[in-house]
DNA sequence: GGCCCTGGCAGAACCGTTTCTCCATGCTGC
DNA sequence: GCAGCATGGAGAAACGGTTCTGCCAGGGCC
């Protein structure tokens, strides 16, 4: 260890620091750098390379400063880290809002499943995750220094989303969006799915398909509902379908009530909604409608008890999980490629950040679902298929 | 308005806001607090204050300043803010992680509701809350400023639990702490709940009651199972009981049907956790046994998936939601309670902050559980109906 | 021997607020 | 006519890091 160099840092690190408070004997206060530098007897400067691992310094400084810090239990604060790197280390997460009750982004399955991805995947690479409401416009949203934000279903023309975009921070969405400036999208193949749905009912024999869905207009909502309509287009069967609100679960059993209580009766269902299986289910059982053998029954839903149910219940599986992770890997690959981190940059100072170059739409990924077949939708074998089958990638 | 003060302190403003950035032409730059006061043609001071009500200002100009704020889209950084007043508004909420995959909080309803209902109390407060997770030490947890946490579930002598009191982070508990500096703490009262159910169960006819508990040292699995056995004590009833990991799906199964394999089968059975009533269900089905006729079935959830089952099985809720709210509320109270922000508070320097004055265990409360009787634990009485018809709106 | 290069580090600016201090002005009461 | 006070607002010091710049010493090279 160099005696001489120490003996004139620790001289210089001791008037640095007597020079910064010269009030009070703070006792008790955290431990900042400046005190770690005194004790390690360098500079600030120093203290922050070693612990970063920047600078050219040897490895014996290095290791004393970090063993320094430790000993005075060290902790940077992450606000000041913050405020000089432009960087927190938060990415923000939207959750939908329904009247009163702030939130419902627990009440289905895939939303919990998808957050809990989004999560953990975050956590995997640094970062920590922030809920914040999509409503509720700067009282929170501005409170809070977000890398980026996961934005879930926006609407078109979005507020939120735009006012985002103004301030530079990358969005990456869960649902194609509609008119908005996001990086990046990722959302499943609803087309594919429900074809692929009504495909597989058709061939175990059903003859009118019938649909519960929601009132919303989500994408989801949207791009299924418009996606059953198509096919029946297609195939030349009447749409027989019943809409809801599908944050209120006790219309959910109204609705399949309805559904089955129609003069032109569906002798199969879809529903959209991860509680529909179980109305579905009581409502056949209160009109004495057997399962599968008088009604077909499929829905969409994350939930294992549909595996447990009697008849166990054909599911539509959105695969939350991926669509968390992959929501989040693409945000922080956002966040971390453009960096504009260090000075401005005057090379994109001009251009919208954050987009592609070319400014076209915005790169979007479809990931597959997975339909679990159970016995709801399982009748007839050979009958073979009413309508042609068709591939995924058909829109 | 004035004009002569107005043109002062305009060439004021100017040349604060010139004498700042004399290097580059930063256009598309987010608009700072010093633009702001350029364009109003006051001082930063003054903006400030007039933002956040405070200060000695008419409010003519509060009202000016305010608009040309709105104008510039000027939103104040969270940073800076937060390094300056030493409050962030960010509040964390740790999850357990089990082995490799990261996260099982939203595993079982309790935890999703629970977090659901913290996160939207601390939004209805002004906070947002951050998931972080109780395991990885310094990695996350020091790169982000939270005002205070709320931790379930701490182990005894939990080092988060620690290193946060040391770091002057409030920390409120939800789960009663074994050995924790914990400033609050929530919690069901799980021995009561417990009792109620067993001589529920002894009441509905139950000879001999078995339990299914869970292998981990949380503090739910450990009062229970211990209310458990007092009772078994008390009554003169010999304990049938089989713990498994809660964490693992697949062994609740089993678990169950170990219980009824017993030679000692039980005639009744408490489950305290959430699937177990599905387990038990399907294991008493395997079993040739008829619930509730030959077997009495209880288990705690918070899922209404077990009105629809068939028999409806009777549930112990925990209340989540009431528990998230209450947590958070009390963590936010010490939070603004104490508020050593202006400044070093002398008086209570070289006190433990965040505890009640004379240092006594930390205050706790105990709310109460609620049991949701349905057939399943009902046998003999009046022997009414085994499952009630029920109307299409209930759920 | 001058020069450049490189390693090792200190100094100081800077991030964008909040807030403490203090000054100028006009008015009141005596 | 002046002390005293309220009002309105400017100035500057923090907050606690990161990082750019630059100094100094030593060694290789011509």
Excluded at 239 to 263: I, K, N, S
Excluded at 313 to 329: A, D, E, F, Q, Y
């Amino acid at each position: 260890m160099p005696d001489a160099p120490y003996d004139r840092c620790a001289m210089t690190a001791a008037a640095n620091q007597s020079g910064r408070r010269a009030t009070a004997s703070r006792r008790l206060e955290r431990a900042g750098i400046r005190d770690v530098a005194a004790a390690a007897g360098v500079s600030i400067t120093t203290v922050s390379d070693a612990l970063n691992g920047k600078g050219r310094l040897p490895d014996e400084t290095r290791s004393r400063v970090r063993e320094v810090a430790e000993r005075l239990g060290y902790r940077p604060s992450a606000a000041a880290r913050t405020l000089r790197t432009g960087r927190s280390g938060l990415i923000g997460l939207t959750v939908t809002t329904y009247g009163e009750e702030p939130f419902t982004f627990t009440e289905f399955a895939y939303f919990a499943e998808m957050a809990r991805a989004a999560t953990s995947a975050a956590l995997g690479r640094g970062y920590a995750l922030v809920v914040l409401p999509a409503s509720s416009r700067h009282d929170v949203w501005s409170n809070v220094a977000l890398d980026g934000t996961v934005v879930i279903d926006p609407a078109d023309q979005d507020p939120l989303v735009s006012e985002l975009y103004r301030s530079g921070v990358p969005v990456v969405s869960d649902g194609k969006p509609g008119n908005c400036p996001v990086t990046a999208w990722v959302d499943n193949d609803h087309e594919a799915a429900v074809l692929e749905i009504l495909d597989h009912l058709s061939e175990a024999g059903a003859r009118r398909i019938g649909l519960l869905t929601g009132t919303s207009t989500d994408t989801y909502t949207r791009l299924s509902t418009e996606a059953y309509l198509a096919w029946c287009a297609h195939v030349g069967q009447e749409p027989v379908y019943e809409a809801y609100p599908a944050h209120d679960p006790a219309a959910g059993a109204v609705a399949a009530d309805r559904l089955l209580a129609r003069p032109d009766r569906p002798d199969a269902v879809y529903g959209l909604f991860d509680p529909n299986g179980t109305d579905l289910l009581a409502a056949a059982r209160r009109y004495g409608l057997r399962v599968p053998d008088d009604l077909l029954l499929v829905c969409c839903s994350e939930s294992d008890v549909y595996a447990g149910t009697e008849p166990p219940i054909t599911t539509l599986s959105l695969k939350p999980r991926r669509i968390g992770t992959t929501v989040v890997n693409l945000l922080i690959d956002a966040i971390e490629g453009v960096d504009s981190g260090t000075g401005v940059d005057v090379s994109r100072l001009f251009q919208p950040r954050y987009r592609t170059a070319g400014s076209g739409p915005p790169p979007g990924t479809l990931m597959p679902t997975e339909l679990i077949v159970r016995a709801s939708s399982q009748r007839r074998s050979p009958r073979t298929t009413i309508s042609a089958p068709r591939t995924p990638g058909e829109v």
